[in-house]
């Protein structure tokens, strides 16, 4: 297996910049995922370290040798691509094994590795059909199967599962990652689903516009993200936001807006003193809004009541909307809530948990 290593990498098209001072490192056996909305250039970074488009500038290592000029054939890399790019005339085994036929292996060699790899993944059966008779799940195993095969140094992963429904790609993500595990292998996986980032990857990259947002852990990037953007892109639902100002009040230190005042906890004070007189945007997710109802303390200052827009019951919690000012805000409550439409309940804010971001852009976060 190898590492993959970006620096400084762009990409123009004309005077687009697609991709803009991409810098990343990927660790051997690491499983890092690039993700982010349609268009911010997760798909070109992958399809530039594939050798599938030319860099405009930097530099692309895999395993300590600098791959810019190397023809994609030449990389050591597999690709699985969205739309799984079968051969509809060859049976499964043919499509597995085409590209080891190309490179003039020995026949049993190649007999060898597609059955090994077509008994990871339980397609043997399938390996006489063609792909009009496999169903989406199958396709994406002998997509899947066809890298495996090569045996790369390094496996990407261009949206494998956005064709599949909602269930088959829950079943899928956990027989990639098993996959992962058992081969010991480098992936880098890009998807637009910020679920399928959390559960997956060991590092994800958060990328908008063509730019590198924020790369950590999974619960690090949630917990502590660094802009706003970061802050609503992860997580479902997403957080909510509004426009505070942080001022003194008799001694105490408060989070103002036009719906609120709340003193800022006291464990956040020292954090949070020094911009006193700011005005900022104050970001809390909708599991840190609670109906009172379940809980059996809280602090009373933090309570408000709001009027419920409407409720989305799906099943082990309930979704409330409701307004706070201008803004729309979501709380995510015990699903045994009495909350109705057009009726007020008392919402407990755990403002210990809220994120304040600067104003300006790139709004980043001043915690």
Not at 29 to 40: H, R
Not at 54 to 62: M, P, R, V
């Amino acid at each position: 297996m190898a590492s993959v290593k970006l620096k400084n990498v762009w990409k123009r098209f004309g005077k687009l910049e697609a991709v803009k001072n991409f810098t990343l490192d990927v660790e051997d056996k690491e499983f890092v995922v690039l993700v982010g909305p349609s268009g911010c250039g997760k798909s070109t970074t992958l399809r530039m370290i594939a050798g599938l488009e030319e860099i405009t500038e930097g530099t692309i290592e895999i395993g300590g040798k600098i791959v810019n000029k190397i023809p994609p054939k030449d990389r050591d890399i597999a690709m699985v691509f969205q739309n799984y790019a079968l051969y509809p005339h060859m049976n499964v085994f043919k499509n597995m094994a085409f590209g080891l036929m190309l490179r003039k292996f020995p026949r049993s060699e190649i007999e060898k590795r597609v059955k090994e790899a077509a008994e990871i993944l339980g397609i043997t059966e399938l390996l006489n059909r063609k792909p009009r008779e496999l169903s989406g799940g199958q396709r994406q195993r002998v997509a899947v199967g066809r890298a495996i095969v090569r045996k790369p140094a390094v496996f990407l992963f261009d949206e494998p599962l956005s064709n599949l429904d909602a269930k088959l790609r829950v079943q899928m993500r956990g027989e990639l990652l098993k996959l992962h595990h058992q081969l010991q292998t480098t992936v880098i996986y890009v998807t637009h689903d910020q679920i399928e980032a959390m559960t997956m990857g060991s590092k994800i990259v958060i990328m908008n516009s063509g730019n590198i947002m924020q790369v950590g852990n999974p619960i690090d990037v949630y917990d502590y993200p660094q802009n706003k953007f970061v802050a609503g892109f992860i997580g479902s639902p997403p957080m909510n936001f509004m426009d505070v100002e942080l001022v003194k009040e008799d001694s105490k230190l408060i989070i103002r807006s036009a719906a609120f005042s709340f003193p800022v906890p006291i464990e956040l004070v020292p954090k949070y003193e020094k911009y006193s007189g700011g005005r900022f945007i104050m970001g809390i997710r909708p599991e840190n809004i609670y109906d009172i109802e379940f809980l059996k303390e809280y602090s009373k200052e933090y309570v408000m009541d709001v009027n419920v827009e409407l409720t989305e019951p799906i099943g082990s919690v309930v979704y409330i909307q409701f307004q706070l000012g201008n803004n729309s805000f979501i709380a995510q409550v015990d699903s045994h809530t009495k909350a109705k439409r057009g009726k007020k309940i008392p919402l407990y804010f755990e403002m210990s948990k809220v994120h304040l971001f600067e104003s300006d852009p790139p709004h980043k976060s001043i915690g």
